[in-house]
């Protein structure tokens, strides 16, 4: 999938998603996404800064 498609999915998504929603339910949604892909980055970080050091591919969570 290139960007183009990757960009035109997530919008779908997020269309069909948002259908029948109040304000107040998008505003927490788009918060709970929001922290979400936040938490990826951090997970994304650590896994290469652990790789980096300890040439393993994964953060280890315990």
Excluded: W
């Excluded at 997530?10 to 918060?31: P, Q, R, Y």
């Excluded at 996404?33 to 050091?53: S, V």
């Amino acid at each position: 999938m290139n960007g183009c498609e990757l960009n035109m999915t997530v919008s779908a998504l997020a269309c069909a998603i948002a259908k029948g929603k109040t304000n107040d339910e998008l505003t927490i949604l788009s918060t709970f996404f929001n922290q979400l892909g936040d938490c990826l980055e951090t997970i994304q970080a650590g896994n290469e800064i652990c790789c980096n050091k300890n040439s393993n591919n994964t953060l280890n969570i315990t």
